[in-house]
């Protein structure tokens, strides 16, 4: 399994921005696409934006343009830029493939709290 460490999240104004970061603990290759994951207080896990390993992006309705995903291959890593943060994207954030395998783990993710 590839191990999933999230960081970047924070507390910030709406109006304001993050940057979040996902290291992997081996090769992103071997998925065809990653994703950026959150969950909410008592939501479902959803998935908001999607990275192909040639660098197709897909974003939930939600965050298309203010949400930025992108990889670098080299680090095994991928990020999630959000400007624009609303209220309504505090949540925690996850990264893992998309979609993921069965016997996939989850890392800890990153708590995003939006709040004046």
């Known amino acids: 399994q590839v191990q999933f460490v999230e960081s970047g999240g924070g507390l910030v104004q709406p109006g304001g921005s993050l940057r979040l970061s996902c290291a992997a603990s081996?090769?992103?290759?071997?998925?065809?696409?990653m994703g950026w994951y959150r969950q909410a207080p008592g939501k479902q896990r959803e998935l908001v934006a999607v990275?192909?390993?040639?660098?197709?992006?897909t974003y939930a309705e939600s965050v298309k343009g203010r949400f930025t995903i992108s990889r670098d291959n080299a680090k095994n890593t991928v990020y999630l830029r959000m400007n624009s943060l609303k209220s309504e994207d505090t949540a925690v954030y996850y990264c893992?493939?998309?979609?993921?395998?069965?016997?996939?783990?989850w890392g800890q993710g990153t708590q995003v709290t939006v709040s004046s």
């Open positions: 990275i192909t390993s040639g660098g197709t992006t």
């Open positions: 081996g090769s992103i290759f071997r998925f065809y696409a």
């Open positions: 893992n493939a998309s979609p993921p395998p069965r016997d996939q783990s």
